[in-house]
């Protein structure tokens, strides 16, 4: 009854006696296992160890925790340990199947050069990437000082914004890397801040980037909460950019806030079509897009921040999409 693989084998390597266990493992009846030498059932790259293990046992000397590849009748192999020694005549041999440890070992290697790589990736994007690209930042605004040709400022300014725009993309990556792979997304300065003043700013920068849409503010809410002041204005930011980008155009966007229940409340609402609920479904997976436009605004990494943000200040993200419009309501406790 035993799972292991039992076998006398002789000193030509045929096995002469074995257990119901090789059906039941490798689906071959006694008489087919019988019939041939060991060397006929084992993968090619494990043979030269197979016979170098074979010429000890011979030689009167025990062999244990030989591991190799045993075919199976269907043609896939089971990774096997063997423990096998002499007696008399013949070699007695036990095999337990491994293959579950081998995977696993696998698994285990995979992930670890993964790491490996993340690290690499991470790394590159936050110097070998960002620096030049400051660099490059850097020198197109003293070429703007220093030139009153039109054309040049154009191109400048057209610099300018495609640099800020790769390092936006940049920041989002890396957001990424450490939300999803590194376990959650880290605070930095988690102390006292006025959130009034980041609502404002970031109402102000929207707006001056999309001045055909009217922005509504509604504060209810007292200074200062605790929070990571930078995070936060990220996540308004990608909130109202993501309102003007994609509410009906012409209509305004309206941000809420107060205090209710003691937590602080945002609501960011912008009118227009229901979101599709197949695209509600994806709408906080990273690398979603719900329609062309979308797509191209950056890589869909926006929402699914905004909500690692917010899990990370111990609150949450949600989403109502209906006739009466599109409203993202972001919540965290004041403790």
């Not at 269907?74 to 095999?95: K, L, Q, R, T």
């Not at 920041?171 to 376990?183: E, I, K, P, Y």
């Not at 997304?185 to 001045?211: M, Q, S, T, W, Y």
């Not at 605004?297 to 419009?325: C, K, N, P, V």
């Amino acid at each position: 009854m035993t799972p292991d693989l039992l076998g006398f084998v002789d000193r030509e390597g045929n096995f002469s006696d074995t257990n119901p266990a090789w059906r039941r493992l490798l689906g071959y009846s006694t008489q087919e296992v019988q019939a041939h030498r060991f060397s006929h059932f084992l993968h090619p790259d494990d043979l030269p160890a197979a016979e170098r293990a074979f010429e000890r046992l011979q030689r009167g000397m025990h062999v244990l925790n030989l591991v190799n590849r045993y075919r199976c009748k269907d043609g896939s192999y089971h990774w096997i340990s063997w423990n096998a020694v002499p007696e008399g005549d013949h070699i007695f041999c036990s095999g337990r199947c491994v293959s579950d440890e081998k995977a696993n070992e696998a698994a285990l290697r995979t992930r670890e050069e993964e790491a490996k790589l993340r690290e690499q990736f991470i790394a590159v994007l936050g110097h070998d990437v960002r620096n030049p690209l400051a660099a490059i930042n850097a020198a197109s605004r003293v070429i703007g000082r220093s030139s009153t040709d039109a054309q040049i400022s154009e191109m400048v300014t057209s610099i300018q914004g495609s640099t800020g725009r790769i390092a936006r993309l940049i920041d989002d990556v890396m957001d990424f890397a450490s939300a999803r792979l590194g376990g959650g997304l880290n605070l930095n300065e988690h102390a006292d801040h006025d959130v009034k003043p980041i609502l404002e700013h970031a109402v102000r920068e929207i707006g001056l980037a999309h001045p055909e849409t009217e922005i509504i503010t509604e504060y209810d809410f007292c200074d200062p909460i605790y929070c990571d002041s930078g995070r936060i204005s990220q996540l308004i930011s990608n909130l109202l950019a993501n309102a003007v980008t994609h509410g009906e155009p012409g209509a305004p966007v309206t941000v809420s806030a107060q205090d209710r229940d003691g937590s602080f409340y945002l609501w960011v609402t912008n009118l227009g079509a229901p979101i599709p609920p197949e695209v509600r479904k994806m709408l906080f997976e990273p690398f979603a897009r719900g329609n062309v436009r979308q797509s191209q605004q950056g890589l869909g990494l926006g929402l699914f921040i905004a909500r690692e943000i917010a899990r990370a200040h111990g609150g949450d993200l949600t989403m109502r999409s209906d006739a009466d419009g599109t409203v993202f309501t972001f919540n965290m406790p004041r403790d």
